[in-house]
């Protein structure tokens, strides 16, 4: 019997992420990493030779062109991946992007019109949308547990290094918190959240170099509200943290980009904190559902659609018009 | 030696909190309560009576023209502020108004005018600027211990019965969490930053008699942004807080509004809690402040001043507009 051929990703960027990448398909028998580019021949190669990847490049259009890849992960800093995600397009190749996708809706449109035209996948890199506490987060929430819900906040923030040129304040690398961390508070909580945003409102602080630093955000559902908090000027430490209001009690998730707890406290029983045991390497499960859904033959996720980035797209036009 | 005349108080109203002036004045040596007015005589008679008030009124201007006191403590549901601050300007006597002091601008503007031009004392009760813990955090944050400020945020709520008929819910009785809570964590996190407010958004959700049941308002400062929730729909438990974020570290103070400690993490040093253990009844703070303002010839508190009033009765005014 044939063993099925494995799914075959291309790498795009040799930073710190890249890593965490592909230690995750090392994790999965059913997919292999065959090239990884970076403008930096020397960077490709070192992750080459660290994860046993065939080919390493400094031309990303090379890579398409000689590896024709199932899909490529996308992993630069924010103000690259427009051009990347276009040329990958003009390559038919479907993607994986690191998140924040785009730094504009005009971006995400381009990007997403051209999926929809060719019929190629692009998904935002959301991993943490995957992940099994955030979903048994939402199942509570869908279990009805805490009844209706009234109130949903998510706060995120560290003291970035206080270095203009760095990812994180450099606009050349398309530094800035909403970039950066804001994506993760307004994705994951109108997920769990499950209900329309019908209003949105935003206030930044910006650096000198007009970089926004700290943001809160209002978000105005059906019968609901949300707030969200990030910050690159404060380590909110115990207080980064996701919270879901309800009618019956509240679901705390601390660190919830990137932890494995959720704590459900129900009016009148003991509180229950459910720990996610298994997971090695968060980034597994975007992975698999890449796969799936380009096996399926479909052009975005139904966890992470085109839709829930073009919101958020939307959201940084608001903070950068 | 002739004894210091004590400082006469008058009582209007005779629900829950006026128990809790009654008893913060019964231990000031330099004050004392000479008479209580409520539409229902019975109720005014029971707390005269539980505290050794002498005279008891259902006529709040016969009050006024009988007792002529120092200064009225306006103990009544927000609704009857207005009316009442004006018949004491009317009958040129100093008031305490317990927060929220005014439904809107319009009530303030009006009623600090006539404080004004005729020279009469008028303040808000907002005792908590009084505590020493928020005193101690104030402090900590004016000697420059966590650096400069770079982020602030207030959160307050508890789950209201659900009752439209009760103070918290119904209109008529000016019901709405901004009057009952938000002026709370807008007056004492602007005190704490003491930084002036540039900029204010707000998004709220009402209940089908247009009262707000949530808000959350976002505040601009200078260089730093503040976040304000307040909700009558859910129990905050321990994230029921007030934190002001630093360069260099964060003072968190629980239950900010009513709260007798406040805790201080500067970074590489151990953390720093500060308990506040002399305070019996948080009033005496404010009541003492009124004495001393009055015997100066003042007409405002530097502490809570009208333009502070002011500024949170334009914020009612942006949430009912």
């Known amino acids: 019997m044939e063993e099925k051929a494995k799914f075959r990703f291309a790498v795009m960027g040799a ?14 028998d059913e997919c292999e990493i065959t090239a990884i580019a970076s403008r930096d021949l020397k960077k490709a190669r070192k992750v080459a030779h660290k994860y046993g990847i065939a080919a390493a490049y400094d031309s990303y259009e090379q890579m ?28 038919d190749t479907p993607i994986l992007c690191e998140k924040a996708m785009f730094r504009s809706a005009c971006e995400a449109e381009d990007v997403f019109r051209h999926s929809k035209e060719q019929g190629i996948f692009a998904m935002e890199a959301m991993w943490s949308l995957f992940l099994p506490n955030i979903r048994q987060a939402r199942q509570w929430i869908e279990e009805g547990k805490i009844g209706d819900i009234t109130l949903g906040r998510f706060d995120i923030g560290f003291q970035a290094e206080k270095n203009p ?8 690398l398309g530094g800035g918190a909403c970039y950066d ?11 769990l959240i499950g ?43 115990d207080q980064e943290q996701a919270v879901v209001y309800g009618s019956r009690g509240k679901i705390v998730i601390p660190h919830a980009h990137h932890g494995k ?21 968060g980034f597994v499960y ?11 033959g479909e052009i975005e996720s139904s966890t992470v659609p085109h839709e829930m980035t073009m919101r958020t797209s939307l959201l940084f036009d608001k903070i950068y018009e």
């Open 165 to 172: 040129k760095n990812r994180f304040y450099n606009p050349d």
């Open 181 to 191: 961390i804001l994506v993760y508070a307004y994705d994951i909580l109108t997920w």
């Open 286 to 296: 975007e992975i698999q559902e890449v796969m799936s859904c380009i096996e399926r």
């Open 15 to 28: 930073g710190h992420i890249s890593h965490k990448f592909c230690d995750a398909v090392s994790l999965i």
């Open 261 to 281: 707890e959720c704590c459900l406290y129900v009016e009148g029983e003991e509180p229950v904190t459910w720990k996610d045991d298994k997971t090695i390497n």
């Open 195 to 237: 209900q329309p945003v019908q209003g949105t409102s935003v206030q930044a602080v910006y650096t000198n170099d007009g970089v926004d630093k700290t943001d809160i955000v209002q978000l105005e559902f059906p019968d609901c509200m949300g707030v969200l908090t990030a910050t690159f000027e404060a380590n909110l430490g």
């Open 64 to 91: 398409l062109i000689d590896e024709k890849p199932d899909a490529v992960y996308i992993s630069v800093t924010t103000n690259a991946h427009y051009d990347l995600a276009m040329l990958c397009m003009a390559h």
